[in-house]
């Protein structure tokens, strides 16, 4: 069964700085990797998609990379907003979706 | 664009009792899913659906029952209502089933089994 980890399960920092979230997994045969954000009482928003085929995708100031050799993926955030804070979400594509637990970000102004 | 819509947003139930969680999308999507969402455990896959008539069981599916006779809705039935199902349940749809395309989510149905 895929495993799929956030760490950290939260993270404050201030506004401007640069960031990564890590997601791990333990089952590298995936046909790709998605990262979410969730808004409080909210459904899920997707933010990047990466195939995979592919080693990273790029939105904005959000940068998603996948290395499947080591399980991991990170998404960068480059100068963070106080409209950044969320939870962001990995979820992988395997036989079905597996997702991570999260990580709780707030960007404090 | 209404996107994936789910009702109730919020419901309360007795335990024994049965329910249906509505879902419904707009976006002729063929790949529909349930998941629900608990503290500590993320999102976990109950039932999913990839076309009309066809269903199959996801991570979870104890207790649930769903039906696909349109590509358009996919509801979600608690048969007998338990205190382990109180969580917040999550429809979402995509193109196709491999994920080559992002999933759509709806904004969750809250329930709580008393």
């Known amino acids: 069964k895929q495993e799929v980890t956030q760490i950290p399960a939260a993270l404050s920092v201030p506004e401007g700085e640069n960031l990564v979230l890590n997601c791990s997994f333990t089952?590298?045969?995936?046909?790709?990797l998605q990262w979410f954000r969730q808004d409080p009482g909210k459904g899920l928003t997707s933010l990047l998609l990466i195939q995979s085929s592919q080693r990273e995708q790029t939105s904005g100031r959000l940068n998603a990379s996948l290395d499947k050799s080591s399980g991991r993926s990170t998404l960068y955030i480059a100068a963070s907003q106080p409209g950044d804070s969320a939870t962001y979400l990995c979820?992988?594509?395997?036989?079905?979706?597996?997702f991570g637990t999260g990580t709780s970000l707030t960007v404090i102004p | 664009n209404a996107g994936v819509t789910q009702t109730p947003k919020f419901q309360v139930l007795k335990t024994g009792q049965s329910m249906t969680l509505q879902c419904a999308q707009d976006m002729n999507h063929e790949y529909m899913s349930w998941y629900r969402q608990d503290p500590g455990m993320g999102l976990r896959l109950i039932h999913y659906s990839v076309g009309a008539g066809i269903t199959d069981q996801g991570e979870v599916p104890n207790g649930y029952n769903v039906s696909r006779s349109t590509t358009e809705d996919f509801p979600l039935r608690l048969l007998s209502a338990a205190p382990s199902q109180t969580s917040v349940y999550f429809c979402a749809s995509s193109h196709g089933g491999q994920g080559n395309q992002p999933q759509h989510f709806g904004d969750g149905t809250r329930l709580s089994i008393l």
């Open positions: 089952d590298s045969a995936i046909y790709n």
């Open positions: 979820a992988l594509k395997g036989n079905q979706f597996y």
